[in-house]
């Protein structure tokens, strides 16, 4: 399993970013995903999931109405529109996949231990 995130990067502040994550060796469909982030000498926080189907999003309150969740199924991606960035966002960005039970297709986990694969992060710097 390889999740492959990207689209990282230095902005200014009110700038924006979009973030990818490509996702190979399970199946996609059956998987909720989800953006972490890390500042340094914070814990990894809950950013923004997405249920199998694409249709439920929940977002953290820090960034509801600025962030943006979606993914494409067809061709194992999920992405994170980021506008409006402020410098308290920087942060190393991860990608998760959660595996959704059957009968769970609206799932939007937002805890990291829902979350069984990760990829290996990217950076997102705004300066002020």
């Known amino acids: 399993v390889q999740l492959q995130a990207s689209g990282g990067g230095l902005v200014q502040a009110g700038g924006s970013l979009r973030l990818s994550c490509a996702v190979s060796g399970l199946t996609f469909s059956r998987h909720a995903m989800g953006w972490f982030r890390q500042a340094p000498g914070k814990e990894r926080d809950f950013v923004a999931a997405v249920n199998i189907g694409g249709g439920s999003t929940y977002y953290a309150d820090s960034v509801t109405g600025r962030f943006t969740i979606s993914r494409e199924n067809a061709k194992n991606m999920v992405y994170l529109q980021m506008n409006s960035l402020k410098p308290e966002d920087t942060a190393v960005y991860y990608c998760?996949?959660?595996?959704?039970?059957?009968?769970?297709?609206?799932?939007?986990?937002?805890?990291?231990?829902?979350?069984?694969?990760w990829g290996q992060g990217t950076q997102v710097t705004v300066s002020s």
């Open positions: 998760g996949a959660a595996p959704v039970p059957f009968g769970r297709d609206s799932w939007t986990p937002k805890r990291e231990n829902e979350y069984r694969y």
